[in-house]
């Protein structure tokens, strides 16, 4: 499945589709040329309570 982002040039923002196997790799993108990282896949959710931030004493 491709991966849709947005250049991260602030004078660029253009809308990019990637394939999903890039995933963690640089890329360029291919209007401005600006080198960037995609980022990884989502990851599960932090546990309940790490998310309410509660930290063990």
Do not use: H, N, W
């Not at 809308?15 to 999903?20: S, Y």
């Not at 360029?28 to 990884?40: I, W």
């Amino acid at each position: 499945m491709a991966v849709q982002l947005i250049c991260p040039s602030l004078k660029c923002r253009k809308l990019l589709t990637v394939p999903d196997d890039v995933r963690g790799k640089m890329v360029k993108c291919q209007y401005c040329q600006t080198t960037f990282r995609v980022p990884d896949a989502k990851r599960s959710a932090p546990p309940a309570e790490l998310a309410a931030g509660k930290t063990e004493k």
